[in-house]
């Protein structure tokens, strides 16, 4: 038995296909980008690539209205002009527009999410990758900074299904606002946002922001200021973690990886070099807890690609070289065509003095928790959720029996479609030499004075400034807090009851959990737009309701 670890990495070859609008800085096409490098890297062979089946409107409603996901199922740029009221009142304008296939966009980012959940639920995975995913801003009945579905709150309802405590780390930028508010109730889940803080998008995330009632102290917000750098962020980022780790001690984690607080994002203004990113992911990976990476924020596509791709590579185990393997974006990567975001010499406004007053109140806070929250201990119907194992080994003794003859059943064919991809490698390797680096570029960013963070603590705060500056300038209105909008009730008896029983506390619309037969993946994608689409493996619809 190997101990290497065992990644799922969902990618849904549709996803780049996708445009917000012309001129719009979130381009889904960045993801496509990603997927070339990881594939070009050869990083498929150590790691299960996935298609996961789309979420449909009614796994969606496990966190989102049922009206508003109607409406985003519905709206069109051709009918948005009939219904401007509506679209109001999701704020789906300005930064959240209604573009082609809005509606298929979420659907495969969430789906991407879902199926990593349900997959480490099973245990099938140790590390499942939707870079996808990661759309922090979106709220139960709006839409905000670009998000529209919140693919991490609906991971995290997966999750909840069989891990009684889940950890929520976020390093994008922008405050984890939709995630902290839909669990800003419950000690379940804690939150844990590093952001920066102070005139900028979604204006949320204070010090003293640390939940309410049962969920008080299980939101952290570590909020931060221009131009942080590797150092300074590895020392906050793991002391905090660390605090995280033995005071919550976590069963399942969920890293939002968004890539904007990276040096020279076109948002952003942070100072984080490619390997002070990722940083954040090996250091999260050696606690060996069943872990789902996510993507996120981040405008600087290439750079987003380069950064992503090495934290697959991390995640995998795999060590990648500096020089880029000629990929179809190779010309992206121009002049120095090399696997690396380097810092600026852009200055540092996060005094250590200030860095130490954050943590010191965090670990403070943290040390008072009781050990092992009061969550309901009750058994867990694991049956209905992870019995899919049992079920996949007796299915595969009765095809063996039923199969004698033949040398490989049309069950053991699905199983080893990820084995018979080879081809993809030489096509590299013929090309992977003939590139020469140069000198990388690097890119400086403008800065700006921020606020102070370290306000007065004030438990259980109900508005924060809403100013804004960069993602969503449309929305800046007061923040409300999820007892009044979008918090997941989680109930104290609220375990699920079985494949038909409502989920966790979710109160909307009662669905199965993911199949477990999702776990047989078909023997390829039928649309498959290139070489790399080949390589993955589609996973089959979820069964019926029952
Ligand atoms: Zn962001």
């Known amino acids: 038995m190997s101990n290497k670890t065992r990644i799922a990495y969902m990618y849904d070859p549709d996803i780049g296909c996708y445009d917000y609008e012309p001129g719009h800085c979130m381009k889904p096409f960045r993801i496509r980008m990603t997927h070339d490098l990881v594939m070009s890297y050869g990083l498929y062979r ?28 519905r709206v069109t740029p051709d009918t948005i002009g009939n219904c401007q009221q509506e679209a109001l009142k999701y704020d789906i304008s300005g930064d959240c527009p209604v573009f082609d296939g809005l509606f298929e966009f979420c659907s495969i980012s969430a789906g991407g999410s879902m199926e990593g959940a349900a997959r480490l639920n099973r245990g099938r995975c140790d590390i499942a990758v939707n870079w996808a995913g990661g759309l922090h801003h979106a709220k139960k009945g709006q839409a905000g900074g670009f998000c529209y579905v919140n693919d991490i709150v609906l991971a995290i309802l997966e999750l909840l299904r069989v891990y009684q405590r889940v950890l929520y780390i976020d390093i994008d930028i922008h405050h984890g606002d939709g995630v902290e508010e839909a669990f800003y109730t419950t000690d379940r889940v804690m939150t844990c946002s590093f ?24 939101a952290v917000n570590v909020p931060l200021r221009d131009g942080i750098d590797d150092d300074a962020y590895r020392r906050i980022f793991e002391s905090v ?3 995280v780790m033995t005071c919550y001690n976590p069963e399942a984690i969920v890293l939002q990886c968004g890539a904007d607080s990276l040096s020279g994002d076109r948002l952003g203004s942070f100072n984080l070099s490619m390997e002070g990113h990722a940083n954040c992911v090996k250091f999260v990976k050696k606690f060996g807890r069943p872990t789902m990476l996510l993507g996120g924020g981040g405008y600087s596509i290439r750079n987003v690609a380069r950064t992503w791709a090495f934290e697959t590579a991390h995640a995998v185990g795999d060590s990648v070289s500096k020089v880029l393997p000629f990929s179809d974006y190779y010309e992206y990567y121009c002049p120095e065509y090399l696997l690396d975001v380097p810092r600026s010499n852009m200055s540092n406004d996060n005094t250590p003095e200030y860095l130490e007053k954050i943590r010191s109140t965090i670990s403070e806070r943290l040390r008072s928790l009781p050990f ?19 079920d996949e080994d007796m299915l595969a003794d009765l095809d063996t029996d039923k199969n004698m003859d033949v040398r490989m059943t049309e069950l053991q064919q699905d199983r ?23 000198e990388p570029n690097n890119e400086e960013v403008s800065d700006e004075e921020m606020a102070d963070a370290a306000e007065p603590e004030e438990d259980d705060k109900a508005e924060t400034n809403g100013a804004s500056t960069d993602e969503a300038p449309v929305h800046r209105s007061s923040i409300v807090r999820p007892s009044e909008t979008s918090a997941v009730v989680l109930e104290d008896n609220g375990q699920p009851s079985g494949s038909t029983g409502p989920l966790p506390g979710t109160g909307n619309t009662a669905t199965p959990p993911r199949s477990p037969q999702s776990d047989h993946p078909a023997p390829e994608s039928n649309d498959a737009e290139s070489a790399h689409s080949d390589n993955i493996q589609q996973a089959s619809p979820p069964a019926e309701v029952n």
């Open 372 to 390: 092992a929250p009061s969550v309901q201990m009750q058994d867990v119907p694991r049956e209905s959720l992870g019995g899919a194992e049992e």
């Open 416 to 438: 080893h479609v990820e084995n018979d991809n080879e081809f993809y490698d030489s096509d590299v390797e013929d090309e992977k030499n003939e590139h020469v680096a140069t």
């Open 241 to 243: 973690i660390t605090d």
């Open 46 to 73: 150590n790691m299960e690539v996935y298609r996961a089946k789309p979420a449909t409107d009614l796994e969606m409603t496990q966190f989102h209205t049922d009206e508003y996901i109607e409406f985003l199922k």
């Open 195 to 218: 952001h920066k803080f102070g005139e900028f998008y979604p204006g949320t995330g204070h010090l003293s922001d640390i939940g309410i009632g049962s969920g008080k102290k299980y």
